[in-house]
């Protein structure tokens, strides 16, 4: 039976005796590394001068992909969280553990792992009796891997430069490196004790796609009709990360690797003839016919609707924001002239990927009449992303009851960017 898959599955050549065998090993390494390279350097990566990806928990921002989101945006985030769930669902649901199996980082980490402890001499209990050395290296190797494992997390949150320049004077925050300690025992316990536990017993996306595999989902096959070609070899069975015999039929802890299709494919080329485990939507040998689902179809429906309603808000929301409230720490007060003067904080926004300046006016709400700031309400430069507090006084007319004041924040040439109320009593 052919893969379904040749396109996506491009299959790299390597030289057997018998004959030229396809295998899927140097992709899916390729596609291990990448993933792990990517989360690696993507916070040193910048866009319009942030982070491609960070949470500035100080500043309460995300900054996403050259986007600065404040908190008072956090429905993008929402929708950005909600979007991106919604993606993984329909990976999971049309190609099942593939992400477990060629991109997922504790993937990666493991197979690092038993790559190092096999170059050691390591591998099996019996092997590692009386090599106190090689087991000493071997920890050393996970201690590194934990600790990078653990400031890769860190630099979602920190940039790279500050994270390093603070450690080594000694002035990273103690959160951050409870969280750095912590982490880095976590992942050294997983890389020494866990392993291919987290993917078969702990991880929750593990469990989670168990109960989305449906009839069409991408899975490895054995098809029946071709056992009996089987020789009973057991190399599939030993190249498993996951103990699993597939010829068994499908198991919810296989995270489609496609070890096992190619150490059959090396056997079965060696007899000149086709390797019996494939790649297959489904089992009922539909194909990719098996995709043209309802279930499938939603999914994909929702997925989409929602990515395109998440950029549409992104790149539609205002290139500046004003929010203003009357200061808790000054209290008004009367003048002698019979104006009263009350103290604001604004905080402006500059969304847009450009330095700017700015300019905050008030007037009454009611008769448009303008009304006098004192502070730093004028001219003022924020750069592409920032966001700045500017503590400025009001001074207007005692009222009757109350006033309604509206804050106006302009451009150089006095456009109006954003307009927001408040009342003065
Ligand atoms: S059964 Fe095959 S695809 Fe599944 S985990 Fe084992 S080797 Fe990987
Ligand atoms: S590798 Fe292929 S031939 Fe060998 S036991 Fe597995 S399915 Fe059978």
Same mark, same amino acid.
């Given at each position: 039976?052919?893969?379904?898959?040749?396109?996506? =599955?491009?299959?790299?050549?390597?030289?057997?005796?018998?004959?030229?065998?396809?295998?899927?090993?140097?992709?899916?390494?390729?596609?291990?590394?990448?993933?792990?390279?990517?989360?690696?350097?993507?916070?040193?990566?910048?866009?319009?001068?942030?982070?491609?990806?960070?949470?500035?928990?100080?500043?309460?921002?995300?900054?996403?992909?050259?986007?600065?989101?404040?908190?008072?945006?956090?429905?993008?985030?929402?929708?950005?969280?909600?979007?991106?769930?919604?993606? =993984?669902?329909? @990976?999971?649901?049309?190609?099942?553990?593939?992400?477990?199996?060629?991109?997922?980082?504790?993937?990666?980490?493991?197979?690092? /792992?038993?790559?190092?402890?096999?170059?050691?001499?390591?591998?099996?209990?019996?092997?590692?009796?009386?090599? @106190?050395?090689?087991?000493?290296?071997?920890?050393?190797?996970?201690?590194?891997?934990?600790?990078?494992?653990?400031?890769?997390?860190?630099?979602? =949150?920190?940039?790279?430069?500050? =994270?390093?320049?603070?450690?080594? !004077?000694?002035?990273?925050?103690?959160? /951050?490196?409870?969280?750095?300690?912590?982490?880095?025992?976590?992942?050294?316990?997983?890389?020494?004790?866990?392993?291919?536990?987290?993917?078969?017993?702990?991880?929750?996306?593990?469990?989670?796609?168990?109960?989305?595999?449906?009839?069409?989902?991408?899975?490895?096959?054995?098809?029946?009709?071709?056992?009996?070609?089987?020789?009973?070899?057991?190399?599939?069975?030993?190249?498993?990360?996951?103990?699993?015999?597939?010829?068994?039929?499908?198991?919810?802890?296989?995270?489609?690797?496609?070890?096992?299709?190619?150490?059959?494919?090396?056997?079965?080329?060696?007899?000149?003839?086709?390797?019996?485990?494939?790649?297959?939507?489904?089992?009922?040998?539909?194909?990719?016919? /098996?995709?043209?689902?309802?279930? !499938?179809?939603?999914?994909?429906?929702?997925?989409?609707?929602?990515?395109?309603?998440?950029?549409?808000?992104?790149?539609?929301?205002?290139?500046?924001?004003?929010?203003?409230?009357?200061?808790? !720490?000054?209290?008004?007060?009367?003048?002698?002239?019979?104006?009263?003067? !009350?103290?604001?904080? /604004?905080?402006?926004?500059?969304?847009?990927?450009?330095?700017?300046?700015?300019?905050?006016?008030?007037?009454?709400?009611?008769?448009?009449?303008?009304?006098?700031?004192?502070?730093?309400?004028?001219?003022?430069?924020?750069?592409?992303?920032?966001?700045?507090?500017?503590?400025?006084?009001?001074?207007?007319?005692?009222?009757?009851?109350?006033?309604?004041?509206?804050?106006?924040?302009?451009?150089?040439?006095?456009?109006?960017?954003?307009?927001?109320?408040?009342?003065?009593?």
């Amino acid at each position: 039976m052919k893969s379904p898959l040749p396109l996506l =599955f491009f299959m790299t050549e390597i030289s057997c005796p018998a004959r030229a065998v396809p295998l899927l090993s140097p992709l899916r390494h390729r596609c291990q590394w990448a993933t792990t390279l990517l989360l690696l350097l993507i916070p040193w990566f910048r866009a319009n001068g942030n982070s491609l990806l960070r949470v500035d928990i100080p500043g309460l921002n995300l900054h996403l992909f050259g986007q600065t989101l404040r908190i008072e945006e956090l429905y993008l985030v929402l929708l950005f969280s909600l979007a991106l769930t919604l993606g =993984f669902l329909l @990976i999971t649901l049309l190609l099942g553990r593939v992400w477990c199996g060629w991109f997922c980082p504790q993937t990666t980490l493991t197979d690092l /792992a038993e790559w190092f402890a096999k170059r050691l001499g390591l591998r099996g209990k019996k092997q590692q009796a009386g090599k @106190i050395m090689q087991q000493a290296v071997l920890q050393l190797v996970h201690l590194f891997l934990a600790f990078l494992v653990s400031a890769n997390l860190l630099w979602y =949150f920190i940039e790279p430069q500050r =994270f390093f320049s603070q450690l080594v !004077t000694g002035q990273l925050h103690y959160a /951050a490196l409870i969280f750095l300690l912590l982490a880095a025992l976590l992942v050294y316990l997983d890389l020494a004790l866990v392993r291919r536990l987290m993917c078969s017993e702990l991880c929750p996306y593990g469990r989670f796609q168990t109960a989305l595999a449906d009839q069409a989902t991408l899975t490895l096959h054995l098809p029946p009709t071709e056992l009996e070609r089987c020789i009973e070899c057991g190399s599939c069975v030993r190249v498993c990360p996951m103990e699993i015999d597939i010829r068994r039929g499908y198991q919810v802890e296989c995270i489609n690797c496609g070890r096992c299709l190619d150490a059959c494919r090396q056997v079965m080329a060696k007899r000149n003839q086709p390797g019996l485990i494939n790649y297959t939507f489904g089992t009922a040998g539909e194909g990719v016919r /098996a995709l043209l689902n309802l279930r !499938t179809l939603l999914l994909s429906l929702a997925t989409l609707i929602l990515i395109v309603i998440l950029l549409l808000a992104v790149y539609n929301r205002p290139a500046v924001s004003l929010k203003i409230a009357v200061s808790h !720490t000054a209290a008004s007060r009367e003048l002698k002239d019979g104006n009263r003067a !009350t103290f604001f904080n /604004a905080w402006v926004n500059n969304r847009s990927s450009q330095k700017a300046t700015y300019h905050i006016a008030a007037r009454q709400a009611d008769n448009r009449e303008a009304l006098p700031l004192r502070g730093r309400a004028s001219d003022f430069v924020l750069e592409a992303g920032e966001n700045l507090r500017i503590d400025f006084i009001l001074v207007a007319p005692v009222p009757s009851s109350q006033l309604e004041v509206e804050f106006i924040l302009l451009d150089r040439t006095g456009n109006e960017l954003a307009i927001t109320s408040a009342l003065i009593k």
